[in-house]
């Protein structure tokens, strides 16, 4: 008998194997999204999840790489880091990128773009980073090889990420290239189309997963109906994408990544429906469209119907939508729109959940129901709320002691975590689209609106106190009546953002008791010459010319 021989492999060499295919990666997503993408990853198999702003982290191999890319509903762009480290000034991050070994990564016959977002006071201008660690990688390569590579924005072959904050330093590989949120199914789109990545997080966060019929009542260019669609038959949403930047990697797995392509193991059966409506035949024509280029015209019916005309569905179903909110799109009775939604609701969808994303609270003051959890979520620059409406019969009183809950424990808990709208709250953009919810999510991002509030806070209280000292002194001093008063009003005028401010509030009300036991004591009014008035017209130009962004 032949003797047989196994040869053996340390323990220590199989872990530093293991060790050498794992990587550190970053998914990039949208404000209010985090949550939902780390279950995505954890649900996929990725280890050490970890959220940050607009950003998980996570480690895995090549094939978690690609599914990433290929399988995440509510990923912008999968980066890979290759370095980590320190610098103070771009002439620091230049000799910290020209280290590097660029031929691992780069050719010369290969062209490339650098991508950048910073946060530090030391670095003033992203794109002057961007063009350090262009010139870095170049002149290394030049010096190795003798020739230069070729720079492409618009379609290179290796896109990279350079992130600032502060003086930590984080350079990535971008293995996404194009925008994850570009599917490849979108033919057309309507005025202002929901973003295909938030249209997907909205419905995860409901639950659904294709237990009941989907309806979306103003439905536009049918995006929410694709994406519903995809989660219901758990469709990768990859499969309409022509390319990936990995894809031109050296290191680029052509027999994984079909192997990954190919496999439909994972989807499912889809026995319920989804409907879309609007009242804008040619938005009616877009959806339709776009649902054929999907594939999808047997789970998705889409036709015209104003929502004023929604009646009750004859199986349980849910509603998801985004309404016109005033400011993409220009709406003639904004306000009357959102009564109707409300209508429509209380008496025609009862016994269903109904989640609407909107930007104003004087829109959702119109509905007039009662929402269960109010979600925050960006919608390009605009901060608005994702909020659910139980619709049931009868009173809130009755409904519960017939043991319906209006709100669970984990929605109460969400509730307690999210800020709140703040009534006649100015809204306002605070950074473009394309830095506020793809550039700036990595961890060491710093929330630049977290200063501006606390900056504002400041100056609401210092306002509050010096309201109470100006209506004391009226009360006093019998002067200043009527130049004070339109200075007052002018001053409230100014700053809406602080007409909440409990503080000031009372100051205000300290500067009316005042004037009341002015005229009260029938004492006449003073020289408007005064220098109480000129004094008082001074502090409050100090405020107004405040500059509050």
């Not at 390319?243 to 027999?255: I, L, N, V």
Request: glycine fraction near 8%; charge should be neutral.
């Amino acid at each position: 008998m032949q003797e047989i021989k196994i040869k053996t492999v340390p323990l220590q060499h199989i872990f530093c194997i293991i060790m050498e295919q794992t990587f550190e990666m970053i998914a990039k997503t949208f404000m209010g999204l985090e949550p939902v993408l780390a279950k995505e990853l954890t649900q996929l198999g990725a280890n050490d999840v970890q959220i940050g702003r607009r950003m998980v982290s996570f480690t895995g191999n090549k094939e978690m790489m690609y599914r990433a890319n290929f399988q995440l509903h509510t990923a912008i762009r999968i980066l890979k880091p290759i370095s980590h480290f320190k610098a103070r000034s771009a002439d620091d991050v230049y000799e910290a990128v020209k280290k590097m070994d660029w031929t691992e990564y780069l050719g010369t016959d290969k062209t490339f773009a650098v991508d950048s977002v910073v946060f530090s006071e030391d670095f003033r201008h992203s794109k002057f980073v961007a063009y350090k660690v262009k010139d870095a990688i170049v002149d290394q390569l030049r010096e190795k090889t003798g020739k230069r590579p070729n720079i492409s924005v618009a379609n290179p072959d290796i896109r990279l990420n350079i992130h600032i904050a502060e003086d930590d330093c984080t350079l990535s590989l971008d293995s996404s290239g194009e925008s994850l949120h570009r599917r490849g199914y979108r033919q057309e789109s309507v005025e202002a189309p929901l973003n295909e990545v938030l249209a997907a997080g909205m419905i995860m966060m409901t639950g659904w997963q294709g237990d009941t019929d989907f309806i979306d009542p103003m439905c536009g260019s049918g995006t929410l109906l694709i994406e519903a669609a995809l989660i219901a038959r758990n469709m990768a949403p990859g499969l309409f994408r022509k390319e990936y930047a990995f894809e031109k990697w050296a290191d680029f797995d052509r027999e994984l990544f079909d192997d990954i392509y190919n496999d439909e193991s994972q989807e499912r059966e889809f026995n319920h429906h989804i409907y879309g409506y609007d009242i804008d035949i040619k938005a009616v024509n877009t959806a339709r469209l776009n649902v054929r280029a999907a594939g999808l015209t047997n789970d998705i019916t889409v036709n015209e119907q104003d929502f004023k005309d929604f009646t009750q569905p004859q199986v349980k179903s849910i509603i998801v939508t985004n309404p016109p909110y005033g400011e993409r799109i220009s709406t003639p009775d904004l306000l009357g729109t959102y009564k109707m939604i409300g209508e429509r609701l209380k008496h025609q969808f009862l016994g269903g959940d109904a989640w609407v994303l909107s930007y104003r609270e004087e829109c959702f003051e119109q509905i007039g129901l009662k929402p269960s959890i109010k979600i925050p979520l960006y919608n390009g620059s605009l901060e608005c709320e994702f909020r659910k409406y139980q619709i049931f019969d009868g009173k809130l009183r009755d409904f519960r002691s017939e043991g319906g809950i209006v709100k669970t424990d984990e929605e109460k808990k969400q509730m307690a975590e999210k800020h709140r709208f703040k009534k006649e709250r100015e809204f306002k953009k605070r950074i473009s689209e394309e830095e506020e919810n793809e550039g700036q999510d990595i961890r060491s991002f710093k929330f630049l609106s977290l200063e501006r509030m606390a900056e504002r806070e400041a100056r609401a209280k210092a306002r509050g106190a010096w309201g109470k000292e100006q209506g004391t002194k009226r009360s006093k001093e019998q002067d200043g009546y009527r130049d004070n008063k339109k200075g007052d009003r002018d001053f409230r005028k100014g700053d809406k953002d602080f007409r909440g401010d409990r503080d000031f509030k009372k100051g205000v009300r300290d500067f009316k008791k005042g004037i009341r036991d002015f005229k009260k004591e029938g004492h006449e009014r003073f020289d408007r010459s005064g220098k109480d008035r000129r004094d008082f017209g001074k502090k409050n130009r100090r405020f107004e010319n405040d500059d509050d962004d």
